[in-house]
């Protein structure tokens, strides 16, 4: 091995993280490893376009070995909504408390979560209903300021949409509108922050090109570590 270096390759919305190494072989291997990673060792002597045009092919291939290896990985207890669990809103975590009794209500008081209803199974129904009314008010309070800077490239969004996404945290449709997952409402204002513009810059920039991600940078700096939070809670 003569040469290390580290890219990224984008395949939909998805980010595509490698290492690259080069060494006295005549063709591209690709491994992915049982974490994730993802290791090409390239002839010496290949030109960066022709490694990409490689790895663009075989990126359908890649995420599909990725998917794999994290269904190994011990799967997250789904929520029983009982007294005693936690539970996210804007990054913050607090402790569920669930009472019967009526009338039927969920709140969240700064310091806990608390839910009344009869029977105690409701209060998933609550808490989603809770949930969904907080992220129709956090998001356009959150979105306004982001939307007020993208007017100066002329671009407005038609609306805002709020539904539940299993593979994505955002889209914008070709009609100008942005869709936000409510599993948003769960991370930090700035997770939020960082997909609205996102999706804002697709406004200006349909594709993830060189100038998308520059557009995205000057818009929003620290635009990776936001990325990379939201990635730790999928």
């Not at 029977?119 to 356009?140: D, G, N, T």
Request: overall charge positive; some cysteine.
């Amino acid at each position: 091995m003569v040469q290390a270096m580290s890219g990224e390759m984008i395949y939909g919305d998805i980010s595509i993280r490698y290492t690259l190494k080069f060494s006295n072989r005549k063709t591209l291997g690709i491994t992915v490893t049982p974490d994730g990673n993802v290791c090409l060792t390239a002839p010496i002597g290949a030109s960066q376009s022709k490694i990409e045009e490689i790895l663009r092919k075989r990126s359908g291939w890649i995420v599909k070995q990725q998917v794999r290896f994290r269904s190994f990985a011990k799967p997250v207890p789904a929520k029983r909504f009982i007294s005693g669990e936690s539970h996210y809103y804007l990054g913050r975590q607090y402790i569920l408390r669930v009472t019967e009794g009526v009338p039927y209500s969920a709140r969240n008081n700064g310091s806990y979560f608390e839910v009344v209803c009869t029977p105690k199974s409701k209060a998933a129904e609550l808490m989603q209903a809770w949930y969904a009314e907080r992220a129709k008010i956090k998001f356009v309070e959150i979105a306004v300021p982001v939307i007020q800077r993208f007017k100066k490239y002329g671009v407005t969004p038609s609306g805002i949409q709020i539904k539940s996404m299993t593979s994505r945290w955002g889209s914008c449709t070709p009609a100008g509108k942005i869709i936000l997952n409510i599993e948003l409402i769960k991370t930090p204002k700035p997770c939020i922050e960082y997909v609205i513009t996102h999706e804002l810059c697709h406004l200006i920039r349909r594709d993830h090109s060189n100038a998308f991600y520059e557009l995205l940078k000057t818009e929003m700096p620290d635009w990776e570590r936001w990325k990379k939070k939201l990635e730790m809670m999928i």
